[in-house]
């Protein structure tokens, strides 16, 4: 989703922008620009294009071989994910007012920009893009009079919908940005400062930030920053020191973060699980208010990756923890008229805790009175702030668009919180929750040998990388591995996939099967092992080319599949975790032979900020 970058200070502003933007390309982009203002002009200087950061580049190396490089103290950058309006250089942001003097960049979506267009139009502004952003920039103009925040606040009470903004003018010594929904980190410097949709674009410089809430607005200038309410009443919040390095942002000598991604999956389940069982080894220790004897129901809420984990976990929870729990779709739950109360849990799952459809279910869950648990990657992040509880899932910076370590992550905590749950409310006992343990204790290593057959899985790629479509079939616990197996397979090579329950082939999806229709099929150890058998041969009986994830040491298997990808074999509960990894290595492996561009996939975003 879009990127902003905004820079005041004595470097070379329009380079520490884009270095900043590079740092943000994770998030899904296509097209990008900068705008530049300095003491010398008295317009702006905007560059922008469709395409890549490198065709951008290009144009302004261009710019400064003809003799007229971007010079200036002040800086804005934009990634662009194209909403309203094709990705051309013209919809691309920044865009600037009729005289030149103002330039905004924006995140979200003006919910009312239709009205505004008209209304402004009517006033003779003209429009030259078919964005919903230029409203903003149109509406900040007409209330310019030498103040810049305060023509930003003016216009934005005219607003209705989600933005995260960044706005200069070449009259004004300031850098102005305002939020409401989409993310903004202000970086602090000595003499310098910066605004950007995520703290990697910050990293090299400052480690110093201070995150922007919802309706605040932020004032940059060359000693610092400053917030404020929209109403303009100062806002007082500390700096925090962000405790990743830049380094944890970069490829590791991998060729795709998404591989590199994959290989941690260990150190990430070590780090999920870590410190997080009480000393008696019976009990996860969460350090959550919540207390699960005073839940009736859980409703699970995510989006993509983190709704097949919520799979996992509404299932565990139940196992476990004996509570009924169900998962929603994130973008339909606030649209259903949830039924939900205080003794309802709604736990919001994102690796980001950006994604607007969780954030917005678990507003309509807390409005509605239910207790809220956010499940989160990303420190300090919208979810973070709304929820009840936060449980963190540590798995680090997630660069590579399609989710991998989060996923497994994810599953980890969901294990602790299950294990939680059934302690408090006496319903897993102490041998039971023992057991659980000790399997929780060997997931890391154990998801390091599954990741060492990748071999086995490339040989499997190169028969999958010729066809045009593949089925995914899962039972119980592994019914969300097929989903997130097809999803990967779907996201970064463009293959079709389709999911099913198993048992669900008979019902329709086996009329798709001939032999050109790689079936991968999870057939681990299981009390539904043999029906799965059952529906494996009848994928054989119709030709179709089954791919079987088995146990190791399951011999019998061969005998009902085209090729088996072995596994480790695991308590079934935790048999996600190891299965989803074979499912991640094919789909990228496949997206590697077909050329595909495995960390940015053609139309996606990292981090979904808008409905
Ligand atoms: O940041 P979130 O976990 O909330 O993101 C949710 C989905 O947008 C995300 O999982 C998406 O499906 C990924 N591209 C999956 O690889």
Redesign the pocket.
Same mark, same amino acid.
């Given at each position: 989703m879009c990127g902003i970058v905004g820079y005041i200070g004595g470097r070379v502003a329009a380079d520490v922008v884009l270095d900043g933007l590079s740092r943000l390309e994770y998030r899904g982009y296509d097209s990008a620009g900068i705008v530049v203002a300095s003491a010398e002009r008295p317009e702006l200087d905007v560059v922008k294009r469709a395409g890549k950061l490198q065709v951008l580049r290009d144009a302004l190396t261009e710019r400064a071989r003809a003799g007229a490089p971007l010079r200036g103290v002040r800086a804005v950058g934009h990634t662009r994910w194209a909403t309203h309006g094709k990705p051309t250089d013209t919809n691309a942001h920044p865009h600037l007012s009729e005289d030149g003097k103002l330039g905004l960049v924006h995140n979200g979506i003006i919910e009312n920009y239709v009205a505004l267009r008209d209304e402004l139009k009517s006033r003779g502004h003209d429009f030259r893009s078919e964005t919903d952003t230029e409203v903003l920039v149109h509406l900040i103009e007409e209330q310019y009079a030498g103040d810049l925040p305060a023509a930003v606040r003016a216009a934005l009470t005219r607003v209705r919908g989600a933005y995260a903004l960044v706005v200069t003018h070449v009259d004004h010594p300031q850098v102005v940005a305002a939020r409401a929904t989409s993310p903004l980190v202000v970086g602090l410097g000595e003499g310098e400062s910066w605004v950007a949709s995520d703290v990697p674009a910050l990293l090299p410089y400052t480690k110093r930030v201070v995150y922007v809430h919802d309706g605040e607005l932020v004032v940059l200038d060359a000693s610092g920053a400053t917030l404020q309410h929209l109403d303009g009443t100062p806002v007082d919040r500390a700096a925090e020191i962000i405790e990743w390095d830049a380094d944890a942002a970069e490829k590791g000598g991998h060729p795709h973060y998404m591989l590199k991604e994959m290989l941690e999956q260990p150190d990430v389940l070590r780090r999920t699980l870590g410190g997080r069982v009480t000393p008696d080894g019976l009990d996860a220790d969460l350090e959550l208010a919540l207390d699960p004897r005073a839940v009736d129901r859980v409703v699970l809420v $995510? $989006?993509? &990756? $983190? !709704?097949y984990a919520a799979t996992v976990g509404a299932a565990l929870l139940e196992r476990l923890g004996r509570v009924p729990a169900g998962v929603v779709v %994130?973008s339909e739950f606030r649209y259903q008229e949830p039924v939900v109360d205080a003794r309802t849990l709604v736990v919001a /799952? *994102?690796? !980001?805790?950006? &994604?607007i459809d &969780?954030l917005e279910a678990l507003r309509e869950g807390r409005r509605r009175g239910a207790r809220t648990l956010a499940i989160l990657?990303v420190k300090g992040s919208s979810l973070a702030r709304e929820a009840d509880d936060v449980l963190y899932i540590h798995a680090g910076p997630e660069i590579g /668009?399609? *989710? &991998?370590k %989060?996923?497994v992550a994810m599953l980890g905590a969901f294990a602790l919180l299950a294990l939680r749950f059934g302690r408090a409310r006496g319903t897993l006992d102490d041998a039971a929750a023992a057991a659980w343990v000790a399997g929780l204790d060997a997931l890391p290593d154990v998801v390091a040998l599954a990741l060492s057959r990748r071999p086995q899985v490339a040989a499997v790629a190169e028969r999958v990388a010729g066809a045009r479509d593949a089925l995914f079939l899962g039972r119980g616990f592994d019914v969300a591995t097929a989903y997130e197996g097809a @999803? +990967?397979l779907k996201?970064i090579s463009y293959l079709h996939a389709e999911a099913y329950p198993t048992g669900e082939m008979k019902h329709g999806p086996i009329a798709l099967i001939d032999r050109d229709l790689p079936v991968v099929a999870l057939a681990t150890p299981s009390p539904t092992y043999e029906k799965t058998v059952s529906n494996l041969q009848e994928v054989r009986a119709r030709d179709g080319w089954v791919v079987a994830v088995a146990g190791d040491g399951d011999t019998g298997i061969a005998e009902h599949a085209d090729a088996v990808l072995y596994v480790p074999v695991v308590a079934e509960g935790l048999a996600p975790v190891v299965n989803v990894i074979p499912m991640q290595l094919l789909a990228y492996e496949v997206a590697v032979r077909l050329g595909r561009d495995v960390d940015q996939p053609r139309n @996606? %975003? +990292? *981090? /979904?900020t808008v409905e």
């Open positions: $995510a $989006a993509g &990756t $983190a !709704s %994130a /799952v *994102s690796q !980001s805790g950006e &994604t &969780t990657n /668009v399609a *989710s &991998t %989060a996923y @999803l +990967k996201e @996606l %975003a +990292k *981090s /979904v």
